[in-house]
């Protein structure tokens, strides 16, 4: 069964609001931060997570602490 959200006014635009629980979800099972959505219009609207790129423990030891 499809969850149906309302669309808001928001500003000049529209928008829908997700639950905090989804992202907190998705984060949890991969151990990753979501930092964008991307967004599929095909008939359908498809939302993905678009995650932080992990960092590599060798890049963080090789850094300089004037570049962090």
């Known amino acids: 069964m499809p969850?149906?959200?309302s669309i808001l006014k928001l500003g000049h635009s529209?928008?829908?609001t997700i639950p905090k629980s989804w992202i907190t979800s998705a984060e949890d099972q991969t151990g990753r931060k979501i930092v964008?959505?991307?967004?599929e219009v095909?008939?359908?609207?498809?939302?993905q997570p678009i995650?932080?790129?992990e960092t590599?423990?060798?890049e963080i030891e090789t850094t300089a602490p004037e570049q962090l």
């Open 42 to 47: 095909n008939g359908t609207i498809t939302l």
């Open 36 to 39: 964008a959505l991307a967004m």
């Open 51 to 53: 995650f932080e790129k």
């Open 3 to 5: 969850i149906i959200r």
């Open 56 to 58: 590599k423990l060798h």
């Open 14 to 16: 529209k928008a829908v």
